[in-house]
């Protein structure tokens, strides 16, 4: 099937797919889960307010105060945009996803009796087998400090979310629920405007608070926080072709307005005495400090760019080279796919095993040829101890990958399980 993306077009915009890897071999970048590659477009933007416009945003009189508030601003306009907010005030900027749940995990943690967001003894928490860390621990920590409990959704053999305890889990103890929309690990992606709708309209009836973790489904399809009826979701920038050290929190204003802050010092504040201190409405009473203005520029490019090809275009593409994938691997002796292994609600993320090979030595393996993969447990230990495995071997794909990309890793993979099984 012809693609609707023009990948050469694509990688000529991304400077590192110039460069050669071990042994003069052309980059073949199967690691866009962990992060992705950054166009030109993202580069210039950082490096041109840097070089242009550099000044503390939200402080001083002078042009270059200015300028650097409004393009932090409009940075903050582009997400609000991207993601179908109902206002700006809805975005808040982060280092990363991971201290965005943090964020809200600590936030829920410092909220008084009284408050909507109190956490006591005998509430209960709810995540699922298939979280990162990053949305898993943030929970667990909490849970300690509160005394609430963590349950949890398990993970069928086939890798889709096991709802079937469903109204035993969310009832009206349930006051927190955080869920990744795609797992980096199995690539299923969670509908919850399909399949799972049944569990969006449980969390809502009993009235408890609904995270989304969007880390893996943002960068590569269209995402809607009104549509999905989530009241938080996160995604970092890194994996979306923008910088490291820029994370996006979505809430509903009314809960951000509500929720107290997680970190405390300047720009977060309305009055200050020696005794006391009052905070401002979000987005602000959450981004303590001199913001990271250059990486929200440089997110602001990446969504420009990612808008330009077309999320629905990439996200059709990448279904396609998956399906090929999937095929393909699927044929070689000892490789167990784990997770879905056709395409439906499914993301261009592949993890696997090949008997008597070990997912390490496999991606060094591949790394000979040029091919770029993870190994591991990718931050996902539970996941890895439901599927009884140590590690997987993980390729996934993204704009800048083509159906050449899906032959090299077929054949390395294979090419390289004869070569241990020979040894």
């Not at 980096?184 to 009836?205: E, Y």
């Not at 396609?320 to 997770?339: F, Y």
């Not at 091919?371 to 996934?396: D, E, N, Q, Y």
Request: glycine fraction near 8%; proline fraction near 3%.
């Amino acid at each position: 099937m012809k693609s609707a993306l023009n990948v050469d077009q694509i990688k000529s915009e991304f400077p590192i797919f110039n460069r050669l890897v071990r042994g003069e071999n052309r980059l073949i970048y199967l690691d866009s889960a962990a992060t992705s590659q950054k166009p030109l477009s993202v580069l210039d933007a950082e490096r041109d307010f840097y070089t242009k416009h550099n000044a503390a945003a939200h402080r001083g009189a002078h042009q270059l105060a200015e300028e650097a508030t409004e393009l932090f601003e409009g940075a903050r306009a582009k997400v609000a945009t991207f993601l179908n907010a109902s206002s700006e005030n809805e975005i808040i900027f982060t280092k990363s996803a991971t201290e965005s749940i943090n964020l809200v995990a600590y936030s829920i943690g410092n909220a008084k009796p009284g408050s909507k967001f109190h956490l006591k003894a005998g509430d209960r928490i709810v995540v699922s087998e298939m979280e990162h860390h990053a949305n898993l621990i943030p929970w667990q920590e909490l849970a300690a400090r509160t005394g609430a409990e963590l349950s949890w959704f398990g993970v069928t053999d086939d890798g889709r979310l096991d709802l079937s305890n469903l109204d035993s889990l969310i009832n009206e103890k349930t006051k927190m629920v955080a869920l990744t929309h795609q797992s980096n690990v199995l690539g299923t992606i969670n509908d919850f405007n399909g399949d799972l709708v049944k569990l969006r309209a449980q969390i809502k009836a009993v009235g408890a608070l609904f995270l989304i973790d969007a880390c893996q489904s943002v960068p590569h399809l269209k995402v809607d926080v009104q549509e999905l009826g989530c009241d938080f979701l996160t995604f970092s920038g890194h994996k979306a072709v923008g910088p490291t050290g820029v994370g996006v929190l979505w809430g509903r204003s009314e809960l951000l307005d509500e929720m107290p802050p997680f970190l405390t010092g300047g720009s977060m504040i309305e009055n200050v005495t020696m005794q006391s201190a009052t905070y401002l409405p979000a987005p602000k009473r959450f981004e303590a400090g001199v913001p990271n203005m250059a990486q929200a520029v440089g997110l602001g490019a990446a969504l420009d760019y990612l808008d330009k090809v077309s999320l629905t275009a990439i996200h059709e593409h990448e279904v396609a080279l998956t399906k090929q994938a999937l095929d393909g691997l699927k044929s070689i002796r000892g490789l167990s796919i784990v997770g879905p292994t056709d395409v439906k609600n499914r993301g261009a993320v592949i993890s696997f095993t090949v008997e008597g090979v070990h997912p390490h030595d496999l991606g060094q393996a591949l790394d000979q040829y040029g091919i770029a993969v993870r190994t591991g447990h990718h931050c996902a230990w539970p996941l890895m101890r439901r599927f009884k495995v140590v590690a997987t071997t993980r390729a996934s794909f993204y704009l800048y990958n083509d159906q050449s990309d899906v032959v090299a890793l077929v054949e390395g993979v294979d090419r390289a399980r004869k070569y241990f099984m020979e040894r």
